[in-house]
Every structure is written in C-alpha cells, then in structure tokens.
C-alpha cells in the first residue's frame, strides 16, 4: 500500500517494500529502512494487513492506524538515538506473591 501526502508542491511516499520473519522493509520519503522485530516487537504477530496500511502522520512521522503504532522518521534514520524502554509501574506487581 502505498500513501501520498501532498506537502509544498512535492509528494511524500511511505510503502511497505518487504515484510519477512526478520522484520519490515520500508519506503519513506525515497529512503528504505529496516524495521527489525527486535526494535519493533508488537509488529511481529500483526497482520500483513494492518502493516501494509502504514501512511504518513504530518511531514515527520509515519503511522500504522490499525495497530495504534506512530515511529518518527527520525528514529528510522538513527535508531541508536530511541532506545526502547519499558518502564514499570506499581501496577505492574500487583496480585504476584513475592518470594
């Protein structure tokens, strides 16, 4: 699926080029970028469906709106910069006998 977005007289692309048991392969802005499922995990069990409907979100971003699932196009160009932190909470704990 591909989507255009209309910005200053010039078309802004994102495609899904590839999707394997590694990840995703995608078209944004004329770049490609590899989405590995060990940066993106939620996107491993997806269906291609809701993958394959990726669009533009403003001139910085991308979103997939079946999965809830936003990336700047920042964090594809340099990964290393969003590091992926899951943070927890007291809820977390919640009903887990300690031992």
């Given amino acids: 699926m591909q989507t255009n977005l209309k910005s200053n007289s010039a078309s802004t692309l994102v495609c899904v080029l590839m999707i394997n048991a590694q990840g995703i392969m995608l078209s944004v802005q004329g770049h490609d970028y590899f989405l590995s499922y060990n940066r993106i995990p939620w996107m491993q069990d997806a269906p291609i469906r809701s993958v394959l ?17 936003d990336l700047e196009i920042e964090s594809l160009r340099h990964p290393e910069r969003y590091p992926l932190i899951i943070k927890r909470n007291a809820m977390d704990f919640v009903g887990k006998s300690s031992q």
């Fill in 53 to 69: 409907n990726v669009q533009m979100s403003g001139s910085d971003a991308i979103e997939w709106p079946d999965l809830d699932v």
